[in-house]
């Protein structure tokens, strides 16, 4: 595998070494001589908390040199191009960028003028790979398997690239897919992807986990749903709408009291901090993976 643009971009064994890996390297003290000597970039156009933070952490645990780049304060604000901003840093000769950006396909612009290994931490509403992966390593760590579960995603369906790379992963492992929102907020056709779709907030009665999105307003051109008051009456997450055992995943940040109930988000069966700390080790296997496949991850790093 050279690069990680795209959940296509994987069959079934790239998933389940990468996330065997990750299980391998989850809660490691200390940190591993893997990529030491290697420059790792971490080129961010749009604002992350998450996904930067644990990028750059993941390639500091494996030795490798890190340099992060936010488009603020750079010479994007004076107009420079992705295209030049990448021939920049392919000058440094990194080993991998890792990017972010607000436009769809950026990342194949990256590969295009760089000999580097390019992960995608999302692009526009396209894709966000790594998000898909480090789910469906909370899902086997939760429930033994992701054979045959059913996963209910509700919300902003039509913005998430979260959504997008979620709906695709399940195909690899045979677990089902129900979009459940607003009928605005879930695109035509997504059918075709493998999953089912319905605007009816009873759907989540039948689903093992309900993996929560929240309305992405920085992406709405015009009013989606007519107020926030509304959409939380029909399809937020409240307890009430819940079952005992369903499982609750949100991608972050959250809005509270908008697409999810505090008391759901700080529930027993709530998984977002394990999302979170998932992260790091789901993105140390996908660096590893990438860039030092021939390396055995020492045994001494297992945890059982």
């Not at 399809?235 to 949100?250: D, F, Y």
């Not at 027993?268 to 901090?273: E, T, Y």
């Amino acid at each position: 595998m050279k690069h990680l643009i795209s959940i296509e971009d994987l069959e079934r064994d790239d998933l389940e070494r990468i996330l065997e890996t990750a299980r391998a390297l989850d809660g490691i003290a200390g940190s591993l001589p893997t990529l030491a000597g290697r420059l790792v970039v971490t080129l961010f156009y749009e604002s992350s908390t998450r996904t930067s933070s644990s990028f750059e952490l993941a390639a500091k645990r494996l030795s490798a040199d890190t340099m992060s780049i936010k488009s603020a304060g750079s010479s994007a604000d004076k107009g420079e191009s992705l295209q030049d901003t990448v021939l920049t840093l392919a000058a440094y000769d990194p080993a991998a960028i890792v990017i972010r950006h607000p436009q769809i396909g950026a990342p194949l612009t990256v590969a295009g003028h760089s000999a580097a290994a390019v992960v995608n931490a999302g692009d526009g509403k396209h894709q966000h790979p790594t998000q898909a992966l480090l789910d469906l390593y909370v899902m086997r760590e939760a429930f033994g398997s992701y054979e045959d579960l059913h996963v209910a995603i509700v919300g902003d369906v039509l913005h998430s690239r979260v959504a997008r790379s979620l709906i695709q992963a399940p195909g690899l492992v045979r677990a089902h897919v129900t979009l459940v929102g607003p009928p605005s907020l879930l695109p035509r056709g997504i059918e075709r992807l493998g999953c089912e779709a319905t605007s009816d907030i009873e759907a989540l009665a039948s689903a093992d986990c309900i993996y929560v999105l929240r309305l992405q307003q920085e992406r709405m051109e015009y009013a989606y749903v007519p107020s926030l008051r509304e959409y939380t009456a029909r399809w937020g997450i409240t307890p009430e709408r819940l079952r005992a055992g369903q499982k609750i995943m949100h991608p972050g940040p959250i809005n509270r009291g908008v697409e999810i109930d505090s008391r759901v988000a700080d529930s027993a069966d709530a998984l977002i901090l394990e999302q979170v700390r998932a992260g790091l080790a789901v993105r140390m296997a996908v660096l590893h993976d990438l860039l030092a496949a021939d390396v055995r991850v020492p045994q001494t790093a297992v945890v059982a």
